[in-house]
């Protein structure tokens, strides 16, 4: 039985699952909206999709190969035909943050390989104004030193307690009053060492799937 807001999910993750076609490289997202895509999928690939998956995560690749779908290391493919994740927040210009479940470094890797990103989201997620924690993923060595100077850039790091990302390095998820222009944000915080990456995503989702009560919305580039 699901509820409100992972039906809402559900519906996204169905609409974006349509524009997966015989032959294609499937990127496969992390998170509980992703699932839905990867179930989806699955249950597709039994009726006779023949489709190979990159996983963003060791969690997703558990998952697909559960529900049956051939999978692959993303170093066996140059291009990724499609790929369908989640994120925690999204705005009008179709900035994200994501990390909410740790995987944005894998996910940020498979993004950038992809033709296109599809994004699925409930509409709660939708916003004019970014308020989720940026999730840092940065390496266990010095990581208070790293959050002193994300702290000077006017953040409040908190450590993902009890959790190492599948690259063995921690999150700092970085509170934030203001967060300011996500491009200069981005350029900063990846700059530091230390730091392997941020969940800012930027001109890297091609298409966002916005799962309503009433149906779905797209908003596109
Ligand atoms: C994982 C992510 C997820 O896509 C994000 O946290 C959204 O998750 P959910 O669909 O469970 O709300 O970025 O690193």
Request: charged share 30%; hydrophobic share 40%; proline share 3%.
């Amino acid at each position: 039985m699901l509820t409100g807001m992972d039906e809402l999910k559900q519906k996204a993750a169905h609409e974006a699952v349509k524009q997966v076609r015989d032959g294609m490289v499937v990127g496969l997202g992390t998170g509980s909206t992703a699932r839905h895509a990867i179930v989806r999928l699955g249950e597709m690939v039994v009726r006779g999709l023949d489709i190979v998956g990159i996983a963003t995560s060791v969690e997703s690749e558990r998952l697909a190969r559960k529900v049956g779908i051939p999978m692959a290391d993303i170093n066996e493919y140059e291009v990724i035909d499609i790929t369908i994740d989640g994120a925690d927040e999204v705005n009008g210009d179709l900035v994200l943050i994501k990390g909410g479940g740790g995987a944005l470094l894998r996910e940020k890797i498979v993004a950038s390989c992809s033709k296109k990103e599809i994004i699925v989201v409930d509409e709660g997620k939708l916003v004019k104004k970014f308020s989720f924690p940026l999730p840092v993923e940065v390496v266990p060595f010095g990581w208070k030193r790293t959050a002193d100077k994300l702290r000077a850039f006017g953040f409040t790091p908190q450590l993902r307690k009890g959790f190492v990302t599948d690259s063995g390095n921690v999150i700092l998820d970085c509170h934030y009053d203001e967060l300011g222009s996500p491009e200069k944000i981005e350029r900063a915080v990846n700059n530091l060492p230390g730091v392997v990456e941020c969940g800012l995503f930027i001109n890297l989702a091609d298409e966002v799937i916005v799962g309503k009560r009433e149906g779905v919305e797209r908003l596109k580039q």
